[in-house]
């Protein structure tokens, strides 16, 4: 074999070899054979309750940090402690990973009573939620959550700057737990 011919056949071994690593983590990367990063549509299902929410992670290019946005589907009755509401706003978090199978986050959302015509706005902030936590990835796709609640009078918000002041004294606060499951793509 003259050394033309074998180096064109290493150069052809190598291209195959760097193309198959290259190929390796793409395929793998919707099948559980990647690190856990925070992205994509996620459903959180109350343990022990039909309390549920949806929500979408927009990670940052490392994929260990998030913005959530999201709906609360089935949550709490906090009427008895705030009066009725018509709605809930979005739900709004970040979240950090603090090791390779979880992190903590925090999160914000409000309680909306509808406001009739003639007032100049659609609506008045009856509550202010806050959730801060911990997850835990325990499979492909799947997080176990724990939540810390807290529920505030919108007057906790002195500074108005949309959030509870760092003194302000929660009405109501409570702890639940969710199993988290990643909406997979389609195959």
């Known amino acids: 074999m003259t050394i033309h011919r074998l180096r064109a056949v290493l150069a052809t071994v190598v291209t195959a070899a760097a193309c198959l690593l290259l190929a390796a983590p793409i395929a793998m990367a919707d099948k559980g054979g990647g690190a856990n990063k925070l992205e994509g549509t996620w459903v959180a299902r109350v343990v022990g309750s039909t309390g549920q929410w949806s929500y979408v992670l927009v990670p940052d290019p490392s994929g260990r940090r998030a913005s959530l946005a999201g709906s609360i589907d089935v949550g709490f009755s906090v009427a008895p402690l705030f009066g009725p509401t018509d709605r809930s706003s979005m739900l709004m978090a970040n979240l950090v990973m ?16 509808e406001l009739d015509p003639p007032s100049p706005v659609t609506a008045e902030v009856k509550w202010i939620g806050v959730s801060t936590g911990t997850f835990t990835f325990i499979a492909p796709g799947q997080t176990h959550v724990v939540h810390n609640f807290a529920f505030y009078t919108p007057d906790a918000d002195a500074d108005g700057d949309g959030l509870p002041d760092a003194n302000a004294v929660p009405v109501y606060e409570t702890q639940a737990e969710t199993i988290d ?3 997979m793509p389609p195959q």
């Open 181 to 183: 499951t990643r909406l």
């Open 98 to 113: 603090t090791s390779s199978k979880g992190g903590v986050f925090n999160s914000v959302w409000y309680g909306l009573v």
